[in-house]
């Protein structure tokens, strides 16, 4: 009798210096995982190696039958049609994605934002799972967030989100979207390390430095530190009377710092709350393989 072969989906999250890629059986199991440099073409990422990665999985998986595939990618995201409206860092713009792929592989195709699309498997099998309203926000570069209210995830054509663009100190720096005092400006991964750097005259190239630098007792580190933990605690007060999450999983290499960073973020989010509810503040649990997770729950809902 013949022996029905193994169903797989594609999962691929799309970074700007990486491309981490999996494939996951229908019981989110990842079967396969590696991870690849971001393949770029006069300074845009090449949609072609994309497909060619596909390929790629499709011949790894030898008898199982890959059957469809997710994409996670940075950037205004618009999911419905698939489309990548503006994703800067891989130099994209209006890219019909979803449609090039498709094609290009010959199966179904999901399309979502990357923190979104982390949000996702954080919502349905990670630090939130069950949890009706929640946010799930990684801090590395750059700052975002996926937001779920009664259950839906806010999409707003791509738009939504974007917490990393929130003013939290209007004197501050101008950000790289034009604003001044953007979160991202006082809270990145990125800022924290350049700016104790500026203060300490001690140039780190991660925010764990300087997590660690905080724990030695440095006071530049603390100064900074403290700045960054106002600002998480600003824009999470603003998120919590908007949409009132019972939890807010922190991802991202931030969070990697654990109760460094959790344990006064905690005391700051509930010294300005008033009415609000005050969300738990939880470390996200899947880490790096949110996006691939994520990418995989969008292609299995693809193709069953």
Known sequence: MDVEAERLVAAIDVGGTSIKAALVAEDLRVVHAHRTPTPRVDGSVDVGQIAALIEELRTTAGAAVVCGVGVAAPGIIDEEHGIARAAVNLGWREL????????????????????????????????????????????GTGIAAAVLVDGHRLDADGYAGEIGHVVVDPQGTICGCGVRGCLETVASAMHIARRYGEVSGKPVTRAADVAEAVRAGDPHAVAVWDRAIEGLAAALTIASTLFAPEIVAIGGGLAESGDTLLAPLREALVGRTTFQRVPKIVPASLGDNAGCIGSAIMAWKTVT
Do not use: C, K, Q
């Open 96 to 139: 019909p994605l979803r449609a090039l792929l498709s094609e290009a592989a010959g199966m179904p195709v999901a399309l979502g934002h990357d923190v979104r699309t982390g949000g996702l498997a954080e919502f349905t099998v990670g630090a939130a799972t069950g949890v009706r309203n929640a946010m799930f926000m990684p801090i």
